[in-house]
């Protein structure tokens, strides 16, 4: 007889009830049907047109009108308000995780291989070959709390990449820094190793249990508020003005960071970008960048240093 929390037929043990992983979508692109996948459109609220099939992110406690700031954190709030799965994950269209044998093999080490690979779209076939079984889903994620993207080597700390990367600014992040540095200390001192590592964690993905992302959430949101609060970022261009999400970005790596601390079981596993949603000529390209600068090498990351000078 199947236990009470089965999520698959013919299951034993502890399996959670429940897997939700909600795939972002601020474009009408297909997502592929999945027992754990969910559709979500965010920024609902401010588009006059409604996705077929999907969830939105206006409906019930939502944040959705905030959407050109926090991104795909507006899927992130209304899941944390509006639903109780027992795992609760967030997804991009363009961007998966991978849950193959290989990537399985490797989630409790420290010897990661690539943080990602590059697939032309997301399909059941595509879905399938990246081991998205969902029986053999289900019991992967038992040895875990958390899973999260393999961290890729950025060759300069994660604070240096952040006050260098396009559309962001020096400023917002030195803000949160000195909010953390005034809250509890053990999120300042997981934010100094974090922000002074060159391991980043990228794209605002993960799988976590429910009582970890409800703590997540309730932290990440609480600090962006406060954020919010102090910084006026109306004048600042449509792309910086996502900042909440490019901030999140890196309080994701810090929080992680101390949920490692704490003795929390973290799975890493690569990333899926799926760069031939709008053409098959822009897969081909960043296919062809990824095999002469493979993702986290040192190659690639003199590269992009080289580019930076010109």
């Known amino acids: 007889m199947d236990s009470p929390g089965c999520i698959v037929p013919g299951c034993r043990g502890t399996i959670m009830s429940e897997i939700k992983i909600y795939v972002v979508c601020h474009k009408l692109f297909e997502v592929p049907s999945h027992p754990y996948l969910f559709p979500i459109q965010v920024g609902a609220s401010l588009s006059a047109n409604r996705f077929p099939g999907m969830l939105y992110d206006d409906t019930g406690d939502s944040i959705s009108n905030k959407n050109r700031s926090y991104c795909e954190l507006t899927a992130q709030y209304w899941a944390?308000?509006?639903?109780a799965a027992a795992w609760q994950?967030?997804?991009?269209?363009?961007?998966?995780?991978s849950f193959d044998a290989r990537s399985?093999?490797?989630?409790a080490g420290e010897h990661f291989g690539r943080p990602y690979r590059v697939l032309e779209r997301p399909t059941a076939q595509s879905l399938r070959r990246a081991g998205y079984d969902p029986q053999g889903l289900a019991r992967f994620?038992?040895?875990?709390d958390v899973i999260a993207p393999v961290p890729e080597n950025m060759g300069m700390t994660a604070a240096?990449?952040?006050?260098?990367?396009p559309h962001h600014y020096a400023a917002d992040l030195t803000i949160v820094r000195e909010l953390l540095r005034r809250g509890d200390p053990r999120d300042w001192r997981a934010a100094e190793e974090y922000l002074n590592g060159t391991n980043l964690y990228f794209g605002?993905?993960?799988?976590?249990?429910?009582?970890l992302f409800e703590r997540y959430s309730a932290w990440l949101f609480d600090l962006l508020a406060k954020y919010d609060e102090?910084?006026?970022?109306?004048g600042y261009s449509p792309q910086a003005q996502r900042v909440d999400g490019y901030l999140a970005e890196r309080l994701f790596g810090v929080y992680l960071t101390r949920l490692r601390a704490e003795g929390t079981a973290v799975g890493f596993v690569p990333r899926l970008h799926f760069a031939g949603m709008e053409s098959r000529g822009a897969y081909l390209k960043q296919r062809a960048e990824t095999l002469l600068l493979p993702p986290g090498s040192v190659r690639r990351n003199a590269?992009?240093?080289l580019l930076r000078k010109i």
């Open 204 to 211: 605002n993905l993960f799988l976590m249990r429910r009582p």
């Open 141 to 144: 994620l038992e040895a875990f």
């Open 160 to 165: 240096r990449q952040y006050e260098t990367a």
């Open 80 to 83: 944390w308000k509006n639903d």
């Open 230 to 234: 102090q910084k006026d970022v109306s």
């Open 104 to 107: 399985q093999a490797r989630a």
């Open 89 to 97: 994950g967030i997804f991009h269209y363009r961007r998966y995780l």
């Open 303 to 305: 590269a992009r240093r």
